[in-house]
């Protein structure tokens, strides 16, 4: 289960690397393929599109059962939003886990690329919070956000709005209003340290007006969080 950091090659662990190459399948959504296709020599490869998650863990047990050396990618980390826990449930349901050897290759997360890209917003505590609610119900998720504005955490978030899915950044910004003041800074990096980064800072009350999509991650900040020329800076509390 390896994890491809951001998507650009230069950002990936080397240990990643060293799986990829040492694979004999390679399985994973079509487009983190892509991202990785100048790695791949003779490996056999499988792809498939969104939603089929299940499918390709179950496929990645069987080639692995085989007798293959499987390597399962996700983009940024596997253990966050990506393959590592279903793969692992896969085992669990079929329970083998002593026909297989596992390792989990980590990778820089969303949050992280983001925020380099934005300076330094994470040095203090910190949620993480995905807006979508395929497989999560919203009325959770909106306890979620309301739970992490009220303890005044930094708040990351994840898959913030799709074609379909538009309002609910709004609503998100409305219930952060309830506890955080209308100027506390936003980072918004969409295509964060891939081709085509944006970055773009802004405020509680006026980010939502951003272009924001799937490929973004917004990062509002805390009571403490300021900006300074370009940057969003999170203060640690060290005394200067």
């Known amino acids: 289960m390896v994890g491809l950091g951001p998507g650009n090659l230069d950002q990936m662990s080397y240990r990643a690397f060293q799986a990829i190459k040492e694979t004999d399948v ?6 983190y393929i ?3 296709s100048t790695l791949i020599d003779s490996q056999e490869v499988i792809s498939s599109g969104m939603t ?3 499918e390709r863990c179950q496929l990645a047990l069987t080639k692995a059962l085989e007798g293959s050396n499987v390597c399962l990618v996700s983009s940024g980390d596997p253990g966050v939003y990506g393959m590592a826990g279903i793969m692992l449930e896969v085992i669990k349901a079929n329970d083998c886990l002593t026909k297989v050897k596992l390792e989990v290759v980590p990778g820089i997360t969303a949050a992280n ?9 994470l040095m203090h505590d910190y949620v993480v919070i995905s807006l979508s609610d395929l497989l999560t119900p919203w009325e959770t998720i909106v306890k979620r956000v309301e739970m992490a504005a009220k303890g005044d ?4 978030l994840y898959n913030p709005k799709s074609k379909g899915r538009v309002m609910q950044i709004e609503s998100v910004r409305d219930i952060l209003l309830m506890e955080k003041p209308p100027d506390t800074p936003v980072g918004i990096v969409t295509n964060a340290k891939r081709q085509g980064e944006k970055v773009v800072i802004s405020d509680l009350e006026h980010f939502t007006s ?14 403490q969080t300021i900006t300074w020329h370009d940057l969003m800076i999170t203060p640690r509390g060290y005394q200067l």
């Open 26 to 31: 390679i399985i994973g959504y079509k487009t």
């Open 113 to 121: 690329a983001a925020a380099a890209s934005l300076g330094a917003p």
């Open 34 to 36: 892509n991202l990785i």
């Open 153 to 156: 955490f930094i708040i990351v």
């Open 52 to 54: 089929r998650e299940v």
């Open 210 to 223: 951003e272009d924001i999509n799937m490929f973004s991650v917004v990062i509002v900040g805390n009571s």
